[in-house]
């Protein structure tokens, strides 16, 4: 028998007693947990090499018989233009809209006049049965509402038609823009009698969203991203539990929005471990579960300004890990977000990496293709029980609003943010086109002209802001 072939049966059957007597051999002597393991910034251990895994339960989609659906950002300042880009993205293949208004967190500095009409006028000629649409969180987010139902209503949209995500979250608003228009007190005794009534309606809509974006973008880990979704999702819950309405009307209702980045096997652990923590989440409130809502944006902190079209790569991995993680709708933002407001090209490549990953790479065709992974198995796991215990560390600070109220919660943000930088400075990590390999030259960037809207002014209670910082930014390496 040949001797490769004999080397590799010999490989293939050695248990893994036998795997670390071969590793030991060529280590020569070096550290084993120095040389091959690693460790996330919630300290989660990455081992070289996993044993299958035994929960092999499928953990995907609300519907996995779908395609997720491929959301485009409306954020255009003008909102005629916004609705011409629109018009494009759902005529060559998105499947979603993502309307975001001006003053929204998530907004970078653009987004649409906060008006009815703004939105009305963005909207024209969709076919709103047809198209995913999410209002994306902001300030207004409860009028945006009424804003919607009236377009719906004069429109005749049958309801049971619809796929609604209205993105009402105070916490993210709160940390986002550093206010909000009500006290705490009264926002309580508000919000459940004013949606109320959607509840008894039965509207197949996403109402209440807990954002996780806010916090990836200033630099929070997986875990506290988790955590501060999961916190925000149970504050709504007992909003409707002290007025006394019941929860299981309120549950379906509530989504969840996150980042994906370019570490892959995170950010489908990360999508993962936020269905694992809702479902024990609902059991722990004698709730029936019903599935996580899950919507998926590719990371703003990981965009870099310099070498630009690197983002497109980062995106694409983002991208690929959100639709094999299970994300229900995925937003890619444009690579030239970093430069400005996205032009037409920018806007085709980000929509046509979900198009190529869906329509040619067929990402959705499995119902769950990381089941059986024993790495994407330990880092859901270690994910859950990190995230766990943050989310008990906000409880014990009076909720999420009333953490981030006392900056409790910043303050963690902003450690974890620090110790990320470090290792970008030392060379621990390293960002590709800016920090490693840059271009001798950088190539121009085209945008779109627009002026950057300032956040709201008006408010009542204020907080420590958390802006969303690039990592280029960060590590003073921008140009």
Not at 17 to 25: D, H, M, N, Q
Not at 365 to 373: Q, Y
Not at 453 to 466: H, Y
């Amino acid at each position: 028998m040949d001797s490769d072939v004999i080397r590799t049966t010999r490989l293939t059957t050695t248990d893994r007693s036998g795997w670390l007597a071969l590793v030991a051999k060529a280590l020569g002597g070096a550290d084993f947990d120095k040389s091959l393991i690693s460790r996330t910034d919630d300290e989660i251990r990455i081992d070289p090499l996993y044993s299958r895994a035994r929960d092999i339960a499928p953990s995907g989609r609300i519907d996995p018989r779908k395609c997720w659906s491929i959301v485009q950002r409306v954020d255009d300042t003008d909102p005629e233009r916004a609705n011409r880009q629109a018009l494009d993205d759902i005529g060559n293949g998105a499947t979603g809209l993502a309307l975001i208004f001006d003053g929204a967190p998530n907004a970078f500095g653009y987004g649409l006049p906060g008006t009815a009409d703004a939105l009305s006028q963005a909207l024209d000629g969709i076919s709103l049965d047809k198209t995913h649409l999410r209002i994306d969180v902001h300030p207004a987010s409860r009028m945006s509402v009424d804003w919607l139902v009236e377009l719906l209503t004069r429109r005749r949209v049958d309801p049971a038609k619809l796929s609604l995500s209205f993105g009402i979250d105070p916490a993210a608003n709160f940390v986002g823009t550093g206010r909000l228009r009500m006290s705490i007190e009264a926002l309580k005794a508000s919000m459940p009698q004013s949606l109320a009534h959607f509840f008894a309606m039965g509207v197949p809509a996403v109402l209440l969203e807990a954002d996780g974006r806010v916090y990836h973008n200033a630099g929070a880990t997986e875990a506290q991203e988790l955590g501060a979704m999961l916190a925000a999702a149970i504050w709504h819950l007992r909003l409707f539990e002290e007025e006394r309405q019941p929860l299981v009307y309120a549950a379906p209702h509530i989504g969840f929005a996150l980042g994906v980045d370019q570490d892959q096997f995170m950010s489908i652990a990360k999508i993962r471990a936020l269905r694992k923590l809702w479902i024990v989440a609902q059991e722990a409130c004698s709730i029936e579960p019903s599935q996580a809502s899950i919507h998926a944006e590719t990371s703003f902190r990981m965009l870099t300004k310099r070498d630009a079209e690197t983002n497109i790569l980062r995106n694409t991995i983002a991208a690929f890990s959100a639709g094999i993680g299970g994300a229900d709708t995925v937003s890619v933002l444009p690579h030239t977000l970093a430069h400005g407001l996205p032009d037409a090209a920018a806007r085709r490549i980000a929509r046509n990496t979900q198009l190529i990953l869906a329509g040619e790479s067929h990402l959705d065709f499995v119902v769950d293709p990381a089941a059986g992974s024993g790495a994407i198995d330990a880092l859901t796991g270690a994910l859950c029980e990190k995230a766990w215990d943050e989310f008990r560390r906000i409880e014990a600070e009076g909720g999420l609003l009333e953490s981030l109220l006392k900056g409790h919660f910043q303050e963690r943000i902003k450690v974890a943010r620090e110790e990320r930088v470090a290792t970008f400075r030392d060379g621990t990590r390293a960002i590709l086109g800016t920090t490693i390999y840059p271009a001798p030259k950088e190539r121009a960037v085209s945008t779109l002209k627009a002026e950057k809207r300032p956040l709201p002014v008006d408010g009542t209670v204020f907080c420590e802001r958390l802006p969303a910082m690039r990592l280029d930014q960060m590590t003073g390496s921008n140009a």
